[in-house]
């Protein structure tokens, strides 16, 4: 299947309205059918992908979130994440590189994700000196009707002031004051259950692979 079957959608609202224990357990065969419906689909994404990012070995048991594992306290109530969850990065082992993901929420909004939520000093280090002298790479996908269409900006926190070691009137300050990088695209859930989904996931992390290669880049090369 190339796509998000209706039952796991169903799921994920249901669930998103029923966040507890008892009806958990008493879903659990339709939460079982739903994580294998995903997991389907991932493992057919990383067919597809695995040459360019090094997935040889992964699978999608590897990277694909378990809700009964991932539990959190509401008003001192155990309830569990609404949404299924893949989280691809370049090597096996979680690691200082920027990933893919891709959400399904029907409740909150699906969506695929590409870049860091958080940089160690180092690795942030390495990309800001890779911005500073070889931008180019970066500036070019910025300026690209692909990004302007698919993902407008970069969303990450920035700091207010200049970042150590850098004069405040380089040219590329804006992107130095990034202390992470991420971009998203929003997808519907029509777009989720239609056959052309995989095709489509495949084109938007295309344009998303190029954006992480460029941090990957400055974090590899001086390994």
């Known amino acids: 299947m190339n796509s998000i079957s209706n039952s796991t959608i169903d799921f994920l ?16 065969n339709r939460y079982e059918e739903a994580r294998a419906d995903f997991k389907f689909f991932i493992e057919k994404l ?15 048991n590897d990277i694909v979130s378990e809700l009964d594992k ?6 001192g109530k155990k309830t569990y ?16 590189l920027a990933s893919f993901t ?6 909150v909004g699906s969506k695929f994700i590409a ?22 790479q970066l500036q070019f996908f910025l300026k690209t009707p692909a990004f302007k269409r698919y993902f407008m900006k970069i969303k990450g926190s920035k700091l207010d002031t200049v970042p150590a070691g850098f004069n405040s009137n380089h040219p590329n300050m804006d992107l130095l004051r990034y202390q ?8 519907s859930n029509r777009q989720i259950k239609t056959r ?10 295309g344009h998303m692979q190029t954006f992480c290669n460029f941090f990957n880049e400055a974090i590899t090369e001086a390994a």
């Open 13 to 28: 609202r249901d669930l998103a309205e029923n966040n507890n224990p008892i009806w958990f357990e008493q879903n659990r």
């Open 46 to 60: 990383l067919s597809i992908i695995a040459k360019d990012w090094n997935l040889d070995d992964v699978s999608a």
């Open 70 to 75: 991932e539990t959190s306290k509401v008003e």
């Open 81 to 96: 994440k609404t949404y299924l969850e893949a989280n691809i990065t370049p090597q096996k082992k979680p690691t200082q």
């Open 102 to 107: 891709i959400r399904i929420d029907p409740t």
């Open 115 to 136: 870049g860091f939520n958080s940089l160690d000093l180092k690795s942030l280090n390495l990309i800001r000196k890779k911005i500073a002298q070889e931008p180019e």
């Open 180 to 187: 992470t990088f991420q971009i998203e695209h929003l997808i």
């Open 196 to 205: 052309y989904f995989l095709e489509y996931t495949e084109f938007i992390f």
